[in-house]
């Protein structure tokens, strides 16, 4: 199974500054068809996950821009360009490109 | 809009069996795969198992193979995970997802809560 590795674990942070994420995957995530399927998933307390980033890059529908993926193979990084109240919650990565699909264990965003 | 409902979670004793239920509305749900996603108390996710647009192929992970089915039924927009021989671990909400692309999930149900405790 591919491993996906998350750090930090949890991270808490100043509303207006950035915050960073990062995902280690055991193995490329990138497909012969030269796409590459890392998402980005948020948890906020009491809701189900919700889609940020498909495919490394791609904002889903009606995410802020202040959200950005990027990164290639095996490294990932989500970033938050100016944390507001609101994106509290667990982040996490998910790889599709090999089954079973897998997680990392999540990173837990609080505000100070 | 689209919208999952799932239904069905209880509290089973190990051994039992429970048939999970996703309701579905809002879009074509004959033309995608659908997966069911579990989340124990105060864990991460995992993945459980995906089906395809007409139910001819399903993928499990390991943990769950032999004991879980996943079908769906087109004409009802319902998505169902018939999980057999509970086991304590199986402990967790149960999410319904929409597939789209290469796998990902982009809209999720609110989860039903399956306990597996004497």
């Known amino acids: 199974d591919i491993v996906m590795t998350q750090t930090p674990l949890s991270l808490s942070v100043t509303p207006g500054q950035p915050a960073s994420i990062s995902c280690k995957s055991s193995?490329?995530?990138?497909?012969?068809?030269?796409?590459?399927?890392l998402y980005w998933y948020v948890q906020k307390p009491g809701q189900p996950p919700q889609l940020l980033i498909y495919?490394?890059?791609n904002r889903f529908s009606g995410v802020p821009d202040r959200f950005s993926g990027s990164g290639s193979g095996t490294d990932f990084t989500l970033r938050i360009s100016r944390v507001e109240a609101e994106d509290v919650g667990v982040y996490y990565c998910?790889?599709?490109?090999?089954?079973?699909?897998?997680f990392g264990q999540g990173t837990k965003l609080e505000i100070k | 809009e689209v919208q999952l409902v799932e239904s069905g979670g209880d509290l089973v004793q190990p051994g039992g069996s429970l048939r999970l239920s996703c309701a579905a509305a809002?879009?074509?749900?004959?033309?995608?795969?659908m997966s069911w996603v579990r989340q124990a108390p105060g864990k991460g996710l995992e993945w459980v198992a995906n089906?395809?647009?007409?139910?001819?192929?399903?993928h499990f992970v390991d943990s769950v193979k032999g004991r879980f089915t996943i079908s769906r039924d087109n004409a009802k927009n319902s998505l169902y995970l018939q999980m057999n021989s509970l086991r304590a671990e199986d402990t967790a909400v149960y999410y319904c997802?929409?597939?789209?692309?290469?796998?990902?999930?982009?809209?999720w149900g609110q989860g039903t809560l399956v306990t597996v405790s004497s």
């Open positions: 997802a929409r597939v789209v692309g290469w796998f990902h999930l982009d809209y």
């Open positions: 809002g879009f074509t749900f004959s033309t995608h795969w």
């Open positions: 089906i395809k647009h007409d139910g001819s192929g399903v």
């Open positions: 193995q490329s995530l990138l497909h012969s068809d030269g796409k590459t399927y």
């Open positions: 495919e490394v890059s």
């Open positions: 998910m790889q599709t490109i090999q089954l079973p699909y897998t």
